[in-house]
């Protein structure tokens, strides 16, 4: 009998530890990530403390960076060490990022969309100004 | 006569909180544990303050004082929790200290005060026994207004 397994990565923000399904990650960023990678720090996951690797994930097309404290491994987890959110729990979260928790070592680690954690960073922080002049400006400039 | 007897008695899971006596029906509790090691979940409210495993099952903790807007339970090695059942929604209700299981006279048992406000609002019950005063929870209540309160404005 075969037991399926999951591919976690493990990493931390702050003083606390996460996983994410290893697929969803393009590249790990062993420095710190420049602005080149589009990086994203503040999340529900907390703001990294000394920001000094990037998990980059694509996000609608495009590659996003999230900012992270350190990056802890890959675990290989059997599928019964997953497990999911307690329907009160969940109902009452404000992030969907979270998706589940797994258990290593006797301890639960919470599991991360990655994709869906920099969305709700992006809603959160609100429309970006539009670089392009507008009307007014563009009267002006003539 | 004792089965008489019985159906005229409410049967309450007694625990304490803000230095007061609290309780749920006693059949929505279905054990008492001590609580291990919590992992806390990202953007939680305060009165969810993590989650456990207890028999292999991932149970949310509700701390109900937090949810009356008063003080967290003091979370120690030794801070126990009752593992309360509403529907299908399992919850462990942390507590300063578990009083355990308690008789009343359902002739002991009045309405909640009316008011919409503070503890009031969780109440479903007053129920009085020789020791005194016993507020009764309304455990469906407490979880409808955890969930309403979590749910960004």
New interface residues.
């Given amino acids: 009998m075969s037991v399926a397994y999951a591919s976690l990565l493990m990493f931390q923000v702050g003083a606390?530890c996460?996983a994410a399904p290893v697929a969803a990650i393009a590249r790990i960023h062993k420095g710190k990530p420049g602005s080149d990678t589009n990086p994203v720090q503040g999340t529900?996951?907390?703001t990294p403390l000394f920001g000094k690797r990037g998990l980059t994930v694509a996000v609608d097309g495009r590659n996003r960076t999230l900012v992270v404290d350190q990056v802890l491994g890959v675990r290989s987890v059997p599928a019964g060490d997953l497990?999911?959110?307690?329907?009160?729990?969940g109902?009452?979260?404000?992030?969907r990022?979270?998706t589940g928790?797994v258990?290593l070592e006797?301890?639960?680690?919470?599991v991360?969309d990655l994709e869906a954690l920099i969305r709700e960073a992006d809603a959160s922080a609100g429309p970006k100004p539009d670089p392009r002049p507008t009307e007014e400006m563009a009267s002006h400039a003539q | 006569l004792h089965i008489i007897m019985a159906d005229l008695d409410a049967w309450l899971f007694c625990l304490r909180l803000l230095g007061a006596r609290y309780a749920f029906e006693a059949q929505l509790v279905s054990e008492v544990v001590r609580m291990g090691p919590l992992t806390r979940l990202p953007s939680a409210p305060a009165f969810l303050p993590g989650v456990f495993t207890h028999r292999g099952e991932v149970v949310p903790v509700l701390d109900v004082q937090q949810l009356m807007g008063q003080g967290a339970v003091a979370m120690t090695p030794n801070t126990r929790a009752a593992i309360t059942q509403c529907g299908e929604w399992k919850v462990a209700v942390v507590a300063e200290a578990i009083e355990g299981l308690v008789c009343v006279p359902t002739a002991h048992l009045d309405p909640a005060p009316g008011s919409a406000k503070g503890v009031a609002e969780f109440l479903a019950n007053v129920a009085r026994d020789p020791k005194g005063e016993i507020a009764v929870l309304d455990l469906n209540r407490l979880v409808e207004v955890a969930r309403a309160r979590s749910v960004p404005a």
């Fill in positions: 606390r996460f529900a996951l907390g497990r999911a959110m307690p329907a009160v729990a109902a009452c979260l404000r992030s990022a979270v928790l258990l006797e301890l639960l680690t919470v991360v």
